[in-house]
């Protein structure tokens, strides 16, 4: 995968939080986004308390870049309050990466919209 930022490789090749929170307080299951051509699902699952959040796993059906983001995504926001976590945008994990890979900014936008569904008043 010659062109791809390491960070990027590295959260693909190895990546961390995967699985379920065994005591979820929130969670997104089997998140889209339409219109996209994607077909990833996404899960995110989170253990909250007192407004931190304590725990948070990802699984689904994902591409290379969906898996990187929500790996990336999921380091970043351990023991982080709801009202950071909710400022994370497309932005900042381009940033760690550095570039976005063509083709892949999909994986980004993925990832944080179902963490924020997850963390939102409704749930889902």
């Given at each position: 995968?010659?062109?791809?930022?390491?960070?990027?490789?590295?959260?693909?090749?190895?990546?961390?939080?995967?699985?379920?929170?065994?005591?979820?307080?929130?969670?997104?299951?089997?998140?889209?986004?339409?219109?996209?051509?994607?077909?990833?699902?996404?899960?995110?699952?989170?253990?909250?308390?007192?407004?931190?959040?304590?725990?948070?796993?990802f699984r689904g059906?994902?591409?290379?870049?969906?898996?990187?983001?929500?790996?990336?995504?999921?380091?970043m926001i351990q023991?982080?309050?709801?009202?950071?976590?909710?400022?994370?945008?497309?932005?900042?994990?381009?940033?760690?990466?550095?570039?976005?890979?063509?083709?892949?900014?999909?994986?980004?936008?993925?990832?944080?919209?179902?963490?924020?569904?997850?963390?939102?008043?409704?749930?889902?």
């Open positions: 995968m010659d062109g791809y930022p390491e960070v990027y490789l590295d959260h693909f090749q190895y990546p961390r939080w995967v699985g379920q929170v065994e005591n979820t307080t929130h969670h997104s299951v089997n998140h889209v986004l339409p219109g996209t051509g994607c077909f990833d699902q996404l899960e995110i699952t989170l253990c909250v308390h007192d407004d931190i959040v304590e725990e948070a796993r059906r994902l591409c290379s870049g969906s898996v990187a983001a929500a790996s990336l995504l999921m380091t023991n982080k309050s709801i009202s950071e976590i909710m400022k994370i945008n497309k932005a900042d994990l381009a940033n760690i990466w550095s570039f976005i890979p063509t083709g892949k900014d999909h994986s980004i936008e993925l990832a944080i919209s179902t963490l924020h569904s997850a963390l939102s008043p409704t749930g889902n």
